[in-house]
C-alpha cells in the first residue's frame, strides 16, 4: 500500500471512528498546509533579505562595488533565465495572475514546477536589485503546494480549489504576520468566494502559518514589520473623513494608472520581436539606465526626497523598497519650503518606482506587484501629507497616518480588495487607531479605481486571454431577486383530459412550447414539457389517439412567485427543460414560466456590472 492510501485510510477511519462530517479532513489538511507553507516562507523571505543586506553592504564599500551593484540587475536577469529554461511555463503573467487563471479555468490544477520556478526565478530577480515583491512569487508557491498535495490525495476540484487557497493564504500570512489580510486577500482576489465551505479552511492555514513564523522567530512581528513605529493613537473624527475620503480617491486614480502602465508595459515588451526570454535583460538594462541617472545626479548618495539616508546607497527604487517605506514613517515634516521639496521629489521618486516596475515585470521579470504597490502607496499617502502643508484650504493629516492610508488603500485599489488592504496594514501596525481611516481610504480608493479601470492590476493580465471572472457576490443578485420581479412568458392552461394533438394548435397560436396543466379549480396539476411535445410529433398518427394526461409529468415541483432566481436554477439543474411553470403561493394557479435564459439575462447582467 503507498503512502498516499495509507493516509487516505487513516483519514477515513479516524472521520468514522469520530463520528465527523464528511469534509472534516479538509481542515486537517489546512493545518498541515499551513504549517509546512509558513516554514518555508519564511526560509524564502529570509533568504531573500539576506542577499538584498549582502547586495547592500557591498555597494557601500567604494565607488567601483557601487556601480557593479547598480549593474546586479542584469546578472539577476540572466539567472532568471535560465531558471525559466530549467522550468518553463506557458503562461507569461505574474504569480497571483497564474494561480487566478488556473482557480477559474483549469480546475485549479497548478504543476509543482511552478513553486521552484517562482522560487529561484524571483529570488535572482528581487536579489539584484529588480523592483518586485515576494508576496506574489510567496503566495503562488504555497497554491501550488495546496495544488499538488490535494492531487496527491486525489481530491475533486472543489477540495483542490480550497487547499490551493489555503497554500496561497498561508504565505502571505507568514510573510507579514498578517492572517486576516491572508484570508481576505485569497478570498476577494483569488477564490473570489466567501462561502463557509471555503473561508473557514483558509482561515485555519491562514492562523497556523502565522503560528509557525511566529513560534520560528520567537517574536510576533513579521519579517517585515513597522510595529517599532510611534503611530498617534487619536480617534478618527467626523471631520476628518473628507480628508481621507480624498486620500482614498487620489490613491484609486493612481493605482488604476498603475495597472494601465503595467498593461502597457507587457503590451511593449510582447511586441518585441526577440526571443521572449531575451525580453528580461531589455528590462534589467532600462532599470540599470534609471539607477544609474540616478546615482549620478545624487553623488553624495543623500536623497533628494528629504527622506533621511540610509546605509544602502543603491536607487531606493531597487529591490523591495521597504527600508524605504521605513525611512517615510520615520521621517518628520519640515516647513513649507521643505514641504514643497518633499512632495516634488516624493512625486518624482513614485513615478520613478513605477517605471522600475514596469521594466522589471512588464519584461518578463519573476516577482509581486504587493511590495511595489506598498511602497507606491507610502509614497503618494507622504506626499499627499506633504499637500496637506502646502495648501491651506486642504486640512492637515498627520505624515505617519498618510503614509499607512496610503499602503492600504493603493494596495486595495490596485487588487479591488478593499479588506485585504486594510486588514494588511492594520495587522501590521497593531494599532486600531488606524483602522477605521484606512477602511474608510480602502473602500473610496477601490470604487474610484473601478470606475476609472474596471480590471485590478492581476485580472488585467488575464483580460489579454479574454478571461472573465466571476464570484460569490454575482450569485448575491441571484438570492435578491424574486420571481415576481421578472417578466415571465404565458402560461398556457390545459386539462389532462383534452387532446394531445390540441397542444400543437395552441403552440402555433400563442407561440409557447410548455404548458401547465390544471385540475377543475384550475389550480396546478403537472406539466407538459415542449420536449415531450416535440419527441410526440414523430409519430403525428399516434398523437390522436392520446390525451394531455399521457404526456403529463407531475415530477415538476412548481415555482411560487416568491421563490428567489437562485431557487429557480436549482430546480433547472433537476430538468431537462427550457422553462418552469411559476404558480400563485395563495391559489395555486399557473400565473406564467420562467425559462432559463431569463435567469442567464440577469446572471450576465451582475458580472458585466461588477
Known amino acids: 500500500m503507498t503512502s498516499r492510501h495509507t493516509f487516505q485510510s487513516f483519514v477515513r477511519r479516524a472521520g468514522t471512528a469520530l463520528r465527523l462530517g464528511q469534509d472534516w479532513h479538509v481542515l486537517i489538511l489546512a493545518a498541515i498546509c499551513g504549517i509546512s507553507v509558513g ?112 492531487s496527491w490525495l486525489e481530491l475533486d476540484a472543489g477540495r483542490r480549489t480550497t487547499l490551493l487557497g489555503c497554500g496561497a493564504a498561508a504565505g502571505l500570512a507568514a510573510v507579514f504576520d498578517a ?43 513579521p519579517i517585515f514589520g513597522i510595529g517599532l513605529i510611534h503611530i498617534d493613537q487619536t480617534p478618527m473624527l467626523l471631520a476628518q473623513i473628507p480628508q481621507y475620503a480624498l486620500l482614498g480617491v487620489i490613491a484609486g486614480l493612481c493605482a488604476a494608472g498603475f495597472a494601465v502602465v503595467m498593461k502597457s508595459a507587457h503590451r511593449s515588451f510582447n511586441q518585441l520581436r526577440i526571443p521572449t526570454l531575451s525580453k528580461p535583460i531589455i528590462g534589467a538594462l532600462l532599470l540599470v539606465a534609471c539607477g544609474t541617472c540616478w546615482t549620478l545626479l545624487n553623488p553624495q548618495q543623500s536623497t533628494t526626497t528629504g527622506i533621511t539616508s540610509t546605509t544602502n546607497p543603491l536607487p531606493p527604487f531597487y529591490g523591495n523598497g521597504y527600508s524605504l517605506i521605513e525611512s517615510l514613517l520615520r521621517e518628520p515634516m519640515g516647513s513649507e519650503t521643505s514641504a514643497f521639496v518633499l512632495f516634488s521629489s516624493l512625486a518624482l521618486l513614485a513615478l520613478l518606482k513605477a517605471f522600475a516596475t514596469a521594466c522589471t515585470l512588464g519584461s518578463g521579470g519573476a516577482g509581486g506587484l504587493f511590495a511595489p504597490g506598498l511602497v507606491l502607496g507610502a509614497l503618494l499617502g507622504a506626499a499627499y501629507s506633504a499637500l496637506t502643508v502646502l495648501v491651506p484650504a486642504l486640512p492637515d493629516i498627520s505624515p505617519t497616518h498618510g503614509v499607512l492610508v496610503g499602503m492600504g488603500a493603493f494596495v486595495a485599489a490596485g487588487a479591488h480588495a478593499p479588506l485585504a488592504g486594510a486588514f494588511l496594514v492594520y495587522e501590521l501596525t497593531h494599532s486600531y487607531a488606524i483602522l477605521l481611516p484606512l477602511l474608510l481610504a480602502a473602500v473610496v ?83 407538459v414539457c415542449g420536449s415531450d411535445v416535440r419527441s410526440a410529433l414523430v409519430y403525428r398518427d399516434a398523437l390522436r389517439l392520446l390525451t394531455v394526461a399521457e404526456l403529463e409529468r407531475t415530477d415538476f415541483a412548481p415555482l411560487d412567485s416568491d421563490d428567489t432566481l437562485d431557487t429557480a436554477l436549482q430546480r433547472f439543474g433537476r430538468h431537462e427543460t427550457q422553462a418552469l411553470p411559476v404558480i400563485d403561493p395563495e391559489s395555486r394557479k399557473p400565473i406564467g414560466l420562467i425559462t432559463r435564459s431569463q435567469i442567464m439575462t440577469v446572471y450576465n447582467r451582475a458580472i458585466g456590472e461588477q
Open 39 to 150: 516554514a518555508m516562507a519564511l526560509v524564502f523571505i529570509g533568504t531573500m533579505n539576506w542577499l538584498l543586506r549582502q547586495l547592500g553592504q557591498f555597494a557601500s564599500q567604494g565607488p567601483t562595488q557601487l556601480w557593479i551593484s547598480i549593474a546586479m540587475p542584469i546578472a539577476g536577469a540572466l539567472v532568471t533565465i535560465t531558471v525559466f529554461r530549467i522550468f518553463p511555463s506557458g503562461f507569461k503573467g505574474h504569480g497571483v495572475s497564474r494561480v487566478m487563471l488556473a482557480v477559474h479555468r483549469q480546475k485549479s490544477v497548478l504543476p509543482l514546477s511552478l513553486a521552484p520556478r517562482q522560487w529561484l526565478g524571483s529570488t535572482a530577480t528581487i536579489s539584484s536589485g529588480g523592483s518586485a515583491g515576494p508576496e506574489g512569487p510567496i503566495v503562488a508557491i504555497g497554491a501550488a503546494i495546496g495544488s499538488s498535495f490535494a
Open 179 to 221: 492572517p486576516l489580510a491572508g484570508v481576505f486577500f485569497v478570498l476577494e482576489v483569488i477564490l473570489r468566494d466567501f462561502t463557509a465551505r471555503t473561508f473557514t479552511p483558509v482561515v485555519i492555514a491562514s492562523v497556523t502559518s502565522a503560528a509557525t513564523a511566529q513560534s520560528i522567530l520567537q517574536s510576533p512581528d
Open 445 to 527: 480608493a477601490t470604487v474610484a479605481a473601478r470606475l476609472v479601470y474596471p480590471n485590478s492590476i492581476y485580472s488585467a493580465e488575464l483580460a489579454a486571454f479574454n478571461i472573465r471572472l466571476t464570484s460569490v457576490a454575482n450569485h448575491s443578485i441571484l438570492r435578491s431577486t424574486l420571481i415576481r420581479d421578472l417578466a415571465l412568458l404565458q402560461s398556457i392552461p390545459v386539462r389532462a383530459s383534452d387532446a394531445a394533438e390540441s397542444l400543437i394548435e395552441l403552440g402555433e397560436r400563442h407561440a409557447v412550447h410548455d404548458f401547465s396543466v390544471v385540475d377543475e379549480q384550475g389550480r396546478y396539476h403537472g406539466f
